[in-house]
C-alpha cells in the first residue's frame, strides 16, 4: 500500500510523491508498530478512542493507526474524538469537517473545562496538571459510553523523554509517560502507540500533508512552562551531540534494577557471594 497510489486511505490524500516522504512515512509506520507489538497493545476486536487535539502528534496518530488498519494489522475499531473544552476561539468547526470529509468514524464531545481550570488555578500557576485531569477524566467517560476498550493518546519519544527529566528534577523520582497503562478503575487502558516515534517526524509528516493544526491556546499560551525549559535543554544536547535523544530513549528501554537504588526493585540485602557461609564455622561479626 506505501507505494500504490490506487490503494490509499482518504488521510493520505495529496501525499507527497518524494522518496523523502515515502521514507518518512515507512518509518512512522515501523515505529508505531514496534511499540504496539512490543508493549503488546492488540486486543483483537477491541474499540479504540484515538483523540485528536488538532495538533500534529495527533494527526500523525490517526493517520498512522488508520494506515496500521487498511493494511490489516491492527484488528481494532477506531472511533476519533475530539474533546472540544471550550477555551475561546477555538475553531470548532475545523475537526469535524476534516474528520467527515475524510470518512473517519467520530465523536466530538463539548466540555467546558476551560472556565474550571482558568477559575480554580492561582495567578501565575500553570493550567497543565488540572486540565489533563479534567481532560482525562472526560474522555474515560466517552470511551465507556462507545464501549471502547482504551483511551489512545499522540504522546510520541520526545514527550516521555521530557518526562522523564521533568520526574527526574522535579519529581525526585525515576518515571515517565508508560506506552500502556490501566486506568485506577482496572475497565480502560491508556496507550501510546507513537511511544518511539520522534517529534520531528510528526511535524514532518502533518506538514507534508497539509492537516489543518489547531494550536493550544491554555497551556501552550503560559511561559516558562517547566516542560519548555527541559525541551529546550535536551534541544542543545542534540544540537551538540546528534543522536543523544535516541540514545537517552534506548537506556529508558534497558533499566537494570541492580545497578540502581531502589531495594523495592532489587533485593540487595538478600545478594549473596557463592558459596557464602557454606562450610565456614567462623562467626560474621555483629554490626554496631
Known amino acids: 500500500m506505501l507505494d500504490d497510489d490506487s490503494d ?77 473544552q471550550g477555551q475561546p476561539g477555538f475553531p470548532a468547526t475545523v475537526l469535524p469537517a476534516f474528520l467527515e470529509e475524510r470518512g473517519v468514524p467520530h465523536r466530538i464531545e463539548y466540555q467546558d473545562t476551560y472556565s474550571i481550570v482558568v477559575d480554580k488555578v492561582p495567578a501565575g500557576r500553570t493550567f497543565c496538571a488540572l486540565c489533563s485531569r479534567l481532560r482525562r477524566g472526560n474522555l474515560y467517560r466517552v470511551a465507556r459510553e462507545e464501549g471502547c476498550s ?14 522523564f527529566f521533568l520526574n527526574l528534577f522535579h519529581g525526585g523520582k525515576l518515571a515517565t509517560m508508560p506506552p500502556k497503562l490501566l486506568n485506577d478503575d482496572g475497565d480502560l487502558f491508556v496507550l501510546r502507540p507513537l511511544a518511539h516515534v520522534a517529534e520531528a517526524d510528526c511535524d514532518a509528516f502533518a506538514k507534508a500533508l497539509n492537516y489543518p493544526i489547531i494550536p493550544c491556546d491554555l497551556c501552550g499560551s503560559q511561559d516558562g512552562l517547566q516542560r519548555q525549559v527541559i525541551k529546550a535543554m535536551l534541544d542543545g544536547w542534540e544540537e551538540k551531540i546528534p543522536g543523544r535523544r535516541a540514545k537517552m530513549f534506548s537506556a529508558l528501554m534497558q533499566a537494570r534494577p541492580s545497578h540502581l537504588l531502589d531495594p523495592e526493585l532489587f533485593d540487595f540485602a538478600g545478594l549473596m557471594r557463592s558459596g557464602e557461609f557454606e562450610g565456614n564455622d567462623k562467626q560474621v561479626p555483629e554490626l554496631r
Open 8 to 84: 490509499i486511505h482518504p488521510l493520505f490524500a495529496g501525499a507527497p510523491k518524494t522518496t523523502a516522504f515515502k521514507k518518512l512515512r515507512k518509518r512512522l509506520v515501523r515505529d508505531t508498530r514496534e511499540a504496539i507489538e512490543r508493549y503488546g497493545m492488540i486486543e483483537p476486536g477491541t474499540r479504540w478512542l484515538v483523540c485528536l487535539s488538532g495538533g500534529k502528534d495527533s494527526y500523525t496518530l490517526l493517520a498512522v493507526l488508520a494506515e496500521l488498519q487498511w493494511r490489516g494489522l491492527l484488528p481494532v475499531d477506531i472511533l476519533a474524538c475530539n474533546l472540544d
Open 150 to 163: 482504551a483511551v489512545v493518546l499522540g504522546h510520541h519519544r520526545d514527550d516521555i523523554l521530557e518526562t
